[in-house]
């Protein structure tokens, strides 16, 4: 067994830099920080008086982007060119929202590149990515401004039910704004987290996690216990929320007063029902001179008009527990988050579902979530040293492997301690040693990488290519410490290794690769594409000169000759740069070859059968 120990601390320290939480909302986005000295936790607002974001971004006729309620205000003059809900489209393709493509007043296409969908603003595309990072911008600068210091590090909130291609837009979205994310947090843990929940030692507690944003609805159930917050369930609609409330009182008021349909387009009446939807979570009545026409509305009518919005939520919750294998009981504690769960009749159903007894309303459910990525952050950046949570890898770390890609074992971000393991093999024939190069970074390319150390696992047995079963395993112990294991498990064969440690790498340096790997990403993708066929290309071709070696009696001069022909064009699409035409080459080289492997895997089976050896 090879081992090599080499200490990552020098990178893994996190500055006492400011780290700020941030909840990047469909609706309304904010950022979140604890003050080291106080322990006071304030939302980030540079003075202005409105603390949420609207996450909403408007290109100027000069393509300029402008954000929040200064976008909200260009809506309806010029709604091709305003861009709301664009946390929607993040990591989407086309097909996931066209059902819903009428709720965008905008224009989106689809892109061919990777299928994901792009927003077109006059003669512009811009991406789900590009257009969070304008919010995240923005929310950068609040920060900047209000704590008069850079602000480079950030945990940013997604919704529980978020995947993996989600997730890494949400994290290149920061990249792009010039943000380290160091963690993306889920959006009911952040909220319990805010209250506080989970973070005593030895504390163990089911929660339910109820956010009725502007547009989504979503019920979480988690687990915590030793620190680990584990989403056990989660339901919900995403496009179910606040804006619907407002539909359904604007609809009640064009029932009541059909003359209000022609007098008023849609947006100045929608504005008019959400301040009575708000009006009426504190007062029994609403009532507005609204140019001429009297809008009212009252407590009674409001609720039967949101009843069966209402109940659909109800249904989410049930589903969620019995999704959780709960029963009512076993939850301890009930979060309210977003800003619709301040409507009372919603907090009401809530709380006989559950138990009114449990309801955490206390916390602004505006602000829940960004207060409790700002605990995540502050625990991040070592000022808490009561919690239990457990940290984060900054960098991904793998080995080099043929053609100089980097193939990642521990992911960026990944909780530690952690232990990941890889399973690798020979490309030449009779190969005896193997050299394993560990890296850490985030760029395709190990070039572009961190070398840590390299490593050569000597004697394995010789064997054909591709027969040895290699396992390198990296063990990540909680002081960052990477231990790295390589075996050949056929042979089990155990080797000393050398190490040659590299020195650290400053927080800075750090950061430049970050965002390099973001600069690059398009050229190192088309790199590793290109690599791969290339990979691919090399390895059949030697599996299709054996087979023409070993099978020279079976196959006729005239079929060897196209076999040929094709293994060379092969060959030289291989010296070029165009991926698509080596993938080409090796699907006819396949088709050429495809029915002597069957021919000849059916000789193996009658050979077989008939109990010979060939
Ligand atoms: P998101 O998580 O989708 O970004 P928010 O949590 O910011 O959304 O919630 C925004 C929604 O909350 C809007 O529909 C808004 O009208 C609603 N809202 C805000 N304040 C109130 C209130 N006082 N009463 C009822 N609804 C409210
Ligand atoms: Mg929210």
Known sequence: ???????????????????????????????????????????????????????????????????????????????????????????????????????????????????????????????????????????????????????????????????DNQRQATRDAGKLAGLDVLRILNEPTAASLAYGIGMQEAEAKTVAVFDLGGGTFDVSILRIEDGVYDVMATNGDTYLGGDDIDR??????????????????????????????????????????HEGHDLQIDRDTFESLIEPLVERMMGSCKVAMKDAGLDISQIDE?????????????????????????????????????????????????????????????????????????????PRNTNIPTNAAKSYTTSVDGQVNLKVNVFQGERDLVSENRKLAEFDLRGIPAMPAGLPKIQVSFMLDADGILRVEASETRSGVKQEISVKPQYGLSDEAVENMLLESLKNAEGDMRFRALTEARNEANNLILSAEKFLEHHADDIEPSERESIVVQLNRLRTSVAGEDKDLILAEIENLNDITRPFAEQMMDKAVSAALKGKNI
Do not use: C
């Not at 993040?90 to 224009?107: L, T």
């Not at 850079?150 to 529980?160: C, F, L």
């Not at 929608?270 to 609403?286: C, N, P, V």
């Not at 409507?343 to 505006?366: A, K, W, Y």
């Open 1 to 163: 067994m090879a081992k090599i120990s080499i200490d990552l601390n020098e990178a893994t320290i996190i500055k006492k830099e400011p780290i700020v939480g941030i909840d990047l909302g469909t609706t309304n986005s904010l950022v979140a920080h604890i003050d080291p000295e106080s322990g006071d936790t304030v939302i980030l607002s540079a003075g202005n008086k409105d603390l949420l974001v609207p996450s909403v971004v408007h290109f100027d006729n000069e393509d300029r982007a402008v954000v929040g309620n200064a976008a909200v205000n260009m809506l309806s003059a010029h709604p091709e060119r305003t861009i709301y809900s664009a946390k929607r489209l993040m990591g989407r393709s086309y097909s996931d929202i066209q059902d819903h493509s009428a709720f965008f007043g905008y224009k989106i296409i689809e892109t061919d590149e990777e299928e994901l969908v792009k927003v077109q603003v006059g003669d512009r595309f811009y991406s789900p990515i590009e257009l969070s990072a304008e919010i995240l911008k923005e929310l950068k600068y609040r920060a900047e401004n209000s704590l008069g210091q850079s602000v480079r590090k950030a945990v940013i909130t997604v919704p529980a039910y978020f995947n």
């Open 248 to 289: 359904a009182i604007l609809n009640y008021w064009r029932a009541e007063d059909p003359k209000l349909a022609e007098a008023f387009d849609d947006h100045s009446l929608r504005l008019q029902a959400e301040t009575a939807k708000k009006h009426l979570s504190i007062h029994d009545q609403f009532s507005v001179m």
């Open 334 to 410: 009930v979060a309210m988050v977003g800003g619709s769960t301040r409507v009372p009749f919603v907090r009401e159903r809530v709380g006989q579902f559950f138990s009114e007894s449990h309801l955490n309303t206390e916390i602004d459910p505006d602000q829940v979530v960004a207060l409790g990525a700002a605990v995540e952050a502050d625990i991040l950046a070592g000022n808490r040293t009561d919690t239990l949570l457990l940290d984060v890898t900054p960098l991904s770390l793998g080995i080099e492997t043929m053609g100089g890609l980097m193939d990642v074992i521990i």
